[in-house]
Structure formats: structure tokens, C-alpha cells
């Protein structure tokens, strides 16, 4: 399978293969918050709850969907403005983790069965469907013809798909098997790997081998493979039988791992394995974590705010969080450390940059092949107007023509840019990454979005409106 | 720096100068800018480091240049820089902006197009008139429709077609070329002998030797086809120049040539000829490839390539000017943004299927 564009940054703090425990906390932070959507508490100030027993739900079409308290404890809510946002965590020795759900054999299982064990469990959310372009609902109206599973995460640094794959092998062989029970009758699944050489990919293979309904999808290690947009597209464009109306669900694998655990064994979702790189990470490595964990204890004792910035995510879509206050959501797979900018370097431009990795072969990294060392939060440069390089266009996963959108977003024609694909961008932030005028392309493009969409909406309504009256007169 | 700059402060001393303190300073120091959006983290290339690689590819052909024609040449670029860079920096101040790195290029590469024998003021008005006219007028560098050296030029081949046609130098020979001749202000008498493509015209072609080495008469910058071979090759691996307009240029030109000494081999030279002597190496790697002037799109470069390449030909052979490049580039500016908007006309009809 191909994909347009896309770029791979190399950049230093590769995550090590390893996976480190980290031992439960005496307090852990749940956020109310999945998925944009805001959850309601279902426990009250106090109350002592078990293992995977629900902290709060949100109700979607055809069922509700819960939070599992990731472990066993006294309850403590906070408040915000009168709404509770957060609930507080106390763990205690005496609580013992245990297997809370029914386990099922994935032909004995219902169609029923399966949808709400999920939504129960908190896996549900793990999936994304191109019918609601978010969580798809419980209801069993909506069955995809294909659920995708993707192994390869190229973000940097976003939890990889091989040391997932190792880790949770058996749970993932399992949570394959029973995706039949939520597809549409003839139904596939599709695996995204990075290369049928692989020793891991090839063990799949040989170990999934019999099931006609699973394909494998090779792919090359371009980051945005793992955008969901990217590779619904991809899709849908190697297999010109799909049809608009068809739905494809796409899943990543520690979600799959998530279900073999949840269905096969009757376990909730309560860890999550994180990536904690970037060059500002002493240790880069995988840890698997208690949901809830706070993110000072991920960060270490020697970490100080004052020097590096923690973002929540990879390096092109994380956002900066504040240790003390975040801590690991149900669905965070990634920690970037990234060194606060301090020093200004003389004469930058004209040096060899040995520690420096560009889209353009520019720097003596290219020679040696170093990662990229001295990435920080440094915008690197200085706002230009824009060079026409065409650097943009030629990393756009969506085969859009970036600076063309921004020299029309620049005088606010928003209609001609919604013309040359404004809709299609997957906002990926490729094009400001690689951007050598510094341009601010991605919060452009998604400011001129919303404004758009607002725009939309207005019409609708005033159609409507309109239509009202007539039929009034 | 720190040092100095709050007299280039809000109510300092220096106020208005405030464009050249903060070009030098950031031209010095990598700016303390932080990212304020998602990616956090950004790519290391910008601008400096782009136009600085693009100086260094240029560097072959100022060194050949001042090779065979002397330390007037440095005498040439110096005033270029003097005389283009106060009019950058004028309107930098005025219109309140930082200075623009663009210009190291286009001063740069202004002498190189010019014949080494032209007086030094006519360099300084050429290279005002292109700032000016070709590049300030339309906003600076980044909104400009025309390459701005290619206007200086443009202007003087117009304004004074008898000095621009005359004012070669015969190139220095082994060992040291022109350097052991030291320099002289004055213009250095007027040559009448020809350059390859004017003695061309009278049937005697030049050895490809000669043309590909240099030791030629010709604009400075441009009679070495190593050089610029050298420079352009360099500027074509690291990404900066596109494959595609160079591509184009050389395609059509060498083409569109061949296809007409095949009907009239009197009139016209062959393609090697063509290829070697007079501007269209040099302009083909380093003037049409400038990414600002050209068309915005990736598939109109092409395009943009090809109409260049053979509006060269037509001009060099059915026209009364001897070599066509300069006027084949800007024709070329003035139809990049109709290249695009064809390029984007088809996009939009892709992108609505997609939809």
C-alpha cells in the first residue's frame, strides 16, 4: 500500500525496545475527558470501588459507554466551575485487582455480547469509524466492511507497533479473532505492517495464516501512515470495489491487545504502554503504566520545566502538558520530551550541523546519518513570506498544494481555498514542520476550517429558515 | 548585541535603524523564537541556511569569473551589494519589516550576469533599477513577479545596448589568469572582438573546450560551463533547485534546437553549441530555477521549463538580440502564475472527485 508525500523526521530519543513496570501509585488522576467528549461521574465522594467498576459514562447511540477505574480505591471528586472534571484515585493494598468480566471464546460469542463487553471496558472508544469520523456508535445497524489494524506508528515517538507486538502477542493473535463479530457480512480485516521481512510480521503471518477474511498490508515508515484520514484513503483507493457508503473502522494495535485482554481473559482496560522519548529524555524507553499515573512520576526526579517541555503525543501533533497537572488518559501512547530553546548560536545558518537532520540534504548529518540532537522548542529561523520552495507540496499526505491554500487564506478567500481541498487537509503538520519561512500552515488551515464549517452551518440554517417561511406563507 | 540594542529600542536613539540592527542580529545569532503551535519541535532548514546554499553553489562561477577576468569583478559584486543593499534596506525601513535574505542572492548574482568590462556605475544603476522595479515595488522578496536581476539586466541591455554588446574583456590566461593584473576603477578599454555566439553568427564556431572551461568572452559569470555545472548539480542534490524546470529548459532547448538545424542547418548551430556557449546554462540552473518567480506549483515547472527553453532558441536565432535568456526568463515570470492557475484549475476538477 502507498501513500502520497509524507516525511519521517529523524530526530535523537528513539525509544529502547524495552518496557519498564512502573509499580501502582498511591494516588491516580482519572480525567473526565475521552475522545473531546466529557464524561459523566457515576461514583459518589467516598465510595470505595472495585477493579474495572465504571467511574463515569457517556451515553452514545445504542448504549453507554464507561470508564473502568483502572484500580481498586476511595473515590474523590473535583470540581470545576460546578462540573466534575477529574476524580481522585486513592489506592490501597488491601483492594486486589481481578478478573471482572466473563471470558468468551471468540465463536461463542454474540454480535451483542462483544458491543457492550467493549463499551463496558473502555475499549470501545479505541476504535474510529469513517461513517461518525470518531468513536462509531454501539448501535449493530453500523458494520464495517473493514476494520483496519495498524501496527505502525511513525510519529516520533509514539509507542511502536513491534514493541507492542512483543509484548502482548498472545492478547493481539486473540483480539484479532474476534473483530468477524463486529463486520459486515463478508468483511475483512486489514493489518498495516512495515515489511513482510520482518521477523515479527512473518510470525503473524505464519500464525494468522488461516483466516481468509485477514489481509496484510505493507507499508513504508513515513509518517503520516498512522493518520486516520491517510490511511482510510489508502483504502479505499487499492481496492476500487469499496463504495462510498462502505464503512472502514480503524484500530491501532494496543487497542487490539486491549480486546484479546478484555474478551478473552475478562479484563478491562487499566494499563496503557507510553512511549517516553525525544532528546530531552535521559532514558528513552516504553513503560507500561497504570491509566491515571501522573506524568511527574514518568518524567523522573531529574526532570525541571525550566529546560525541557513535555508534550502529550508525537512530535508533529502533541500538545504541551504541565507534569504536575496531567497525568496518562486511556488513550495517551506517547510522552515527548522536547529541550527548551536557551541558547541563540552564533552564525547557525552556516554551519556543518553535525547534530542537525533536515527534509533537505543541507547538513553534515546526512554524511554520518545522526539523528537529529538539537531539536528544541526553537522555531529555528524567522517568519518569512513565503519562498515557494514547494517543500509543502511535496510532503502533503493529502496531495494538497499548501502554498497555494496559504496564499489564499492570506487574503481571507476562504471559498477558493475550500476549492483546492481546504476540506481534505488530515492536519497532519507536516507542511509547518518542514516549512523553511516558518509559516504557521497548520493553525491556519484549521482556523480557516472551523470558520468555514461555521459558515456552512449558518447557511443551512438560514436555508432552512427560508424554506420555513415559504411553507408558512 | 545585548549590548546595544535598547538604543534601537521603542524610544532609543537608533529607532528607525532598528530593520539594520535586527537584520545583523539575527544574522548573526539564531533567533530566540519559540514555537507558540503544534509541531513543537520544527525542521532546522530556513531561509538563511537555503539562500546560503544557493550562494555556495554560485561560488564556482564567481571564482572562474574572477579567474579570467580580474579583481574587477569583486570590484563589481562589492558595489552590487553597496548600491542593491541600500535600497533594501531603505524600504526595509519604511515599510517596517526585517531584511529580507533574498537579497545576498540577488546581488550576488547580478555581476555574474553582467559583461566584466561594464563601468561600475551602470552596475549600481542596473542593480537599483532591478531591487527596485523588478522586486520592492511588488513587496519584497516572496511576492515579487519578476526576478530582480533579471530586470537590472533587462534594463541595461535596453537602456544601453552599445556599452552592454562591447564591454568584454578577453579572458586571462595560464597561470593566473586576470589576478596578477590588480585592479583599475576605470573601464578597461573596450574589446572588439566577439563573444562565441556573436562570432557564431559569422559561421566560426569556438572549440568546446574553450567553451566548457571558460577562457571565453562573455557575461562573468556565465562563460564557464564546468562551474556552472558544478554549482548547479550541487544546488540540484540538495533539493533546493527543482529537476523539473532545469529538466524542462534543457529539453526543449536542446530539442526545439536539433528540430531546426534538421530544417535549416545554415541558420542554426548545433545543439552543443547551443548548449555550452552564451547564458543558458547559467540561467537554466540558477535564474529560472529561483523558486519565487517561477510558478508555485510542482507540475507547472515543467511547463514553466519548457517555455523558457524554447523561447530561448526562437529569440537567439529569429531575432535581432544575439542570446535569449534574459528576455526568455522574465517572459517566462510574466506566464508563471497562468501556468498555476492552469495547474490549479485541474487540481480542483481531481479534488472534487475525491470528494
Not at chain 1, 467516598?46 to 464507561?66: M, N, R, V, Y
Not at chain 1, 512483543?166 to 474476534?178: A, D, E, P, T
Not at chain 1, 509559516?439 to 436555508?463: D, M, N, S, V, Y
Not at chain 2, 538545424?261 to 552564451?278: A, D, Q, T
Request: aromatic fraction near 10%; charged fraction near 20%.
Amino acid at each position: 500500500m502507498k501513500i502520497k508525500g509524507g516525511f519521517l523526521p529523524r530526530i535523537a530519543g528513539r525509544p529502547s525496545h524495552d518496557v519498564e513496570e512502573l509499580p501502582l501509585q498511591k494516588k491516580l488522576y482519572i480525567t473526565l475527558k475521552r475522545g473531546g467528549q466529557a464524561y459523566s461521574p457515576v461514583v459518589k465522594q467516598g465510595q470505595e470501588i472495585g477493579f474495572g467498576e465504571p467511574l463515569a459514562e457517556w451515553q452514545i447511540d445504542g448504549g453507554k459507554l464507561s470508564l473502568p477505574s483502572p484500580a481498586a480505591g476511595k473515590v474523590t471528586l473535583e470540581e470545576k466551575d460546578g462540573v466534575c472534571t477529574r476524580i481522585v484515585l486513592e489506592t490501597a493494598e488491601q483492594y486486589k485487582d481481578s478478573v471482572i468480566f466473563k471470558k468468551y471464546e471468540p465463536q461463542r460469542i454474540t454480535r451483542e455480547e462483544v458491543r457492550t463487553t467493549l463499551a463496558r471496558a473502555g475499549i470501545w472508544p479505541f476504535f474510529w469509524s469513517s461513517h461518525t469520523g470518531g468513536t462509531p456508535s454501539l448501535l449493530d445497524t453500523e458494520r464495517p466492511r473493514t476494520i483496519v489494524v495498524t501496527a505502525v506508528l511513525a510519529e516520533p515517538f509514539r509507542a511502536r507497533g513491534k514493541v507492542i507486538l512483543q509484548r502482548s502477542w498472545n492478547q493481539i493473535v486473540q483480539g484479532i479473532k474476534y473483530l468477524p463479530r463486529l463486520q459486515a457480512d463478508y468483511g475483512t480485516t486489514h493489518i498495516i505492517l512495515t515489511e513482510k521481512r520482518d521477523p515479527v510480521a512473518r510470525r503473524l503471518y505464519s500464525e494468522l495464516a488461516g483466516f481468509a477474511w485477514l489481509r496484510f498490508n505493507p507499508v513504508p515508515l513515513l509518517y503520516p501512515v498512522e493518520n486516520l484520514q491517510v490511511l482510510e484513503k489508502a483504502i479505499r483507493k487499492k481496492d476500487r470495489s469499496f463504495k462510498k457508503e462502505d464503512i472502514i473502522w480503524i484500530i491501532d494495535v494496543q487497542g487490539i491487545a486491549a480486546i484479546g485482554a478484555c474478551l478473552g481473559d475478562g479484563i478491562p482496560i487499566y494499563k496503557r504502554v507510553v512511549a517516553l522519548g525525544g532528546p530531552g529524555q535521559q532514558a528513552p524507553r516504553h513503560v507500561s503504566v497504570r491509566i491515571g499515573t501522573p506524568v511527574k512520576v514518568l518524567a523522573g526526579e531529574a526532570y525541571n520545566e525550566n529546560t525541557t517541555r513535555i508534550l502529550r503525543g508525537g512530535l508533529l501533533n502533541g500538545e504541551t502538558i504541565h507534569p504536575e497537572k496531567d497525568s496518562v488518559d486511556y488513550d495517551d501512547d506517547a510522552f515527548l520530551f522536547l529541550p527548551e530553546s536557551i541558547d541563540r548560536e552564533f552564525l547557525s545558518f552556516l554551519r556543518p550541523g553535525f547534530k542537525r537532520s533536515s527534509i533537505l540534504p543541507c547538513f553534515a548529518s546526512q554524511i554520518t546519518g545522526a539523528a537529529d540532537s538539537q531539536i528544541t522548542t526553537s522555531l529555528r529561523g524567522e517568519h518569512r513570506p513565503c519562498i515557494a520552495c514547494g517543500l509543502c507540496e511535496n510532503v502533503c499526505p493529502a496531495g494538497l498544494m499548501p502554498q497555494i491554500l496559504h496564499r489564499y487564506l492570506y487574503r481571507d478567500a476562504f471559498d477558493e481555498a475550500e476549492a483546492v481541498g481546504l476540506d481534505l487537509c488530515v492536519e497532519c503538520g507536516l507542511c509547518t514542520y518542514v516549512c523553511p519561512s516558518k509559516i504557521e500552515l497548520k493553525k491556519q488551515f484549521i482556523g480557516a476550517k472551523e470558520q468555514l464549517r461555521l459558515e456552512h452551518e449558518e447557511a443551512q440554517a438560514r436555508t432552512l429558515e427560508t424554506a420555513k417561511n415559504q411553507s408558512g406563507e | 548585541m545585548s549590548k546595544i540594542h535598547p538604543l534601537f529600542e521603542e524610544d532609543g536613539k537608533l529607532q528607525p535603524l532598528y530593520p539594520i540592527f535586527a537584520a545583523l542580529d539575527s544574522f548573526l545569532f539564531l533567533p530566540k523564537i519559540k514555537t507558540e503551535n503544534a509541531p513543537y519541535g520544527r525542521d532546522p532548514i530556513d531561509v538563511k541556511r537555503y539562500m546560503s546554499l544557493v550562494i555556495t553553489a554560485i561560488m564556482p562561477c564567481f571564482l572562474t569569473g574572477l579567474y579570467f577576468f580580474g579583481w574587477r569583478v569583486l570590484l563589481m559584486m562589492i558595489v552590487s551589494y553597496i548600491a542593491g543593499g541600500a535600497v533594501e534596506v531603505l524600504f526595509a525601513i519604511t515599510r517596517k519589516e526585517e531584511i529580507n535574505e533574498g537579497f545576498l542572492v540577488t546581488g550576488f548574482i547580478f555581476p555574474l550576469i553582467l559583461p566584466p568590462g561594464l563601468p561600475l556605475w551602470m552596475v549600481a544603476v542596473g542593480i537599483v533599477f532591478g531591487v527596485l522595479i523588478g522586486k520592492e515595488v511588488f513587496g519584497g522578496t516572496g511576492r515579487n513577479i519578476f526576478n530582480a536581476a533579471l530586470v537590472g539586466r533587462g534594463f541595461l541591455a535596453i537602456g544601453y545596448p552599445a556599452v552592454m554588446t562591447s564591454s568584454w574583456v578577453t579572458p586571462g590566461g595560464i597561470p593566473w589568469g586576470h589576478l596578477a593584473a590588480g585592479i583599475s576603477i576605470t573601464a578597461p578599454q573596450a574589446v572588439t572582438a566577439a563573444t562565441p555566439l556573436v562570432q557564431a553568427r559569422g559561421g566560426e564556431l569556438t572549440a568546446p573546450l574553450n567553451l566548457f572551461l571558460g577562457n571565453i568572452m562573455g557575461s562573468t559569470g556565465e562563460t564557464s560551463a564546468l562551474a556552472i555545472l558544478l554549482g548547479g548539480c550541487f544546488l540540484l542534490l540538495m533539493g533546493v533547485s527543482n529537476w523539473r524546470t532545469v529538466l524542462g529548459i534543457l529539453l526543449s532547448f536542446a530539442g526545439l534546437g536539433a528540430f531546426l538545424r534538421g530544417l535549416l542547418p545554415e541558420m542554426i548551430h548545433p545543439v552543443w553549441f547551443n548548449l555550452l556557449s552564451g547564458g543558458i546554462l547559467f540561467g537554466t540552473f540558477f535564474m529560472a530555477t529561483d523558486p519565487v518567480t517561477g510558478p508555485i506549483t510542482r507540475a507547472g515547472k515543467l511547463f514553466y521549463g519548457i517555455l523558457i527553453g524554447s523561447i530561448t532558441i526562437l529569440i537567439r536565432f529569429f531575432s535581432g538580440f544575439i542570446e535569449g535568456v534574459t528576455f526568455a526568463i522574465l517572459l517566462g515570470n510574466i506566464f508563471a502564475p497562468l501556468i498555476d492557475e492552469v495547474v490549479i484549475r485541474s487540481r480542483i476538477r481531481r479534488y472534487a472527485r475525491e470528494r
